[in-house]
């Protein structure tokens, strides 16, 4: 099982921050559970960034702890165990714009 972790980015510090934190967290993840995360930063026109795991959409407004992340991808991950990875990572690339959920620290 793999989990696909778009990130959206608009140009600003917080999504250069989201980037790095997802990144570190991705690899974080491989080490403790061998559980494979891909990343995949896009750009978008957009007000926030967002982060979309397995096609679960997350607002970011601020970024993230590692560990509030970590959490975060491991429960949609456990979630969304039976999924075809190939069909949310192309769903979640085709509306940026809509979220799921709004994440706000």
Request: aromatic share 8%.
């Amino acid at each position: 099982m793999a989990v696909n972790v778009v990130v959206g980015v608009v140009s600003d510090e917080i999504s250069e921050d989201l980037v790095r934190i997802v990144w570190e967290v991705a690899q974080r993840i491989f080490k403790k559970y061998g559980l494979e995360v891909y990343v995949v930063p896009v750009a978008v026109n957009s007000r926030f960034p967002y982060i979309s795991i397995n096609g679960i959409r997350v607002v970011i407004r601020s970024p993230p702890s590692v560990t509030e992340l970590e959490d975060l991808i491991l429960s949609v991950a456990m979630y969304s165990e039976g999924s075809d990875d190939e069909v949310d990572l192309l769903a979640s690339l085709e509306d940026p714009v809509i979220a799921d959920a709004v994440f706000v620290s």
